[in-house]
């Protein structure tokens, strides 16, 4: 059978040194205050939070020596308990948080769109890939391409730019893309990510 | 001879502060040192 040692002799020893006292206390009380914590904030990690700044007020309360052992040892834990938890749900309802659950996800409604390091490294390639095969069409259509995809101009400004007709320039935008697509087929070149 | 297969189903566990935390403030006890002098408090942690 285990010896029970009351808690208020190990509170003198421990204020008198004994820091085994301690080990006794926490693991004599760990699992009646934990889930004390615990069912007020339903959380294991905040619980394990307000658990340590619990104890750490009573060390130093106890180091201190301002303990005078009028109640008992574990309400007194407790009411320090509960002032953290309070303190907790101030904090939280100052600054409000918003977790989702199971079922629904914030990050499914909000999310960064922008690409990964990899991706972005992955686009910068193929970027700089097709700027070089760019190179390689004739100048009438690279020129409407460029002015097109690079300036984002519309047909009408290309046309009035490069003094030719709306359907010219569409005709050139419309080879000039087949005739990417057929350097990158003869030079066999995988611009996918 | 006859078998049993059962097992232990109690899978709840009791809420209980890991052993870690527990480690942590014996730690953090071990390294206070509280010192009282002329009516003022100094604390010193020792680490």
């Known amino acids: ?33 934990s889930s004390f914590i615990y069912s007020k904030v339903l959380d294991r990690t905040i619980t394990e939070d307000i658990f340590q700044d619990t104890f750490i007020k009573v060390i130093k309360t106890l180091k201190r020596g301002s303990y005078s052992e009028e109640g008992k040892f574990l309400p007194w834990v407790m009411r320090i308990a509960h002032n953290l938890i309070i303190d907790h749900f101030r904090k939280t309802r100052r600054m409000p948080k918003f977790e989702g659950s199971d079922d629904f996800n914030i990050f499914s409604v909000i999310g960064d769109d922008r690409l990964n390091a990899e991706k972005q490294l992955i686009k ?39 003094d030719v007709s709306i359907n010219t320039a569409l005709g050139r935008m419309r080879y000039a893309l087949i005739n990417l697509r057929k350097i990158i087929e003869k030079k066999n070149i995988v611009l996918t990510s | 001879m006859a078998q049993i297969y059962s097992e232990n189903t109690d899978k709840c566990k009791l809420v209980k502060t890991s052993d870690e935390t527990v480690k942590f403030l014996l730690s953090y006890s071990r390294s206070l040192n509280i010192v009282k002098h002329e009516g003022m408090t100094f604390e010193n942690n020792l680490n």
């Not at chain 1, 700027?131 to 460029?146: A, N, S, T, W, Y």
């Not at chain 1, 984002?152 to 490069?162: A, G, L, R, V």
């Open chain 1, 1 to 33: 059978m285990e010896l029970q040692i009351d808690d208020s002799v190990l509170v003198r020893d421990y204020m008198s040194g004994d820091e085994r006292a301690l080990e006794i206390l926490i693991g004599k009380h760990n699992q009646r205050l």
């Open chain 1, 124 to 162: 910068d390639q193929i970027d700089c890939d097709l700027g070089v095969l760019i190179q390689e069409l004739p100048d009438d259509q690279k020129e409407v391409l460029v002015m097109r995809i690079y300036k984002d101009m519309s047909f009408k400004e290309i046309s009035e730019n490069t």
